[in-house]
């Protein structure tokens, strides 16, 4: 099976928008929760971003590894 760098991407954008949406959704029919509903929807933001970063980068060093002559 291999990884490609662009479904990895794909999926990561996808939860960010899926995550803000949610947001924006709970803000409007739970706007007494506003300030928590932003806490987690930022805590999820900061944990998923560099998950994904990390994970191409990975992806990417693998790649070239396997580039290289032996």
Known sequence: MKIEV???IEVGIGSIFIILAASIVAQIYLPQYESII???ASALLELIIPAI?????????IRIIEELPS
């Open 6 to 8: 662009e479904e990895i």
């Open 38 to 40: 932003n806490q987690f």
């Open 53 to 61: 970063l990390g994970i191409v980068v990975a992806v990417l060093v």
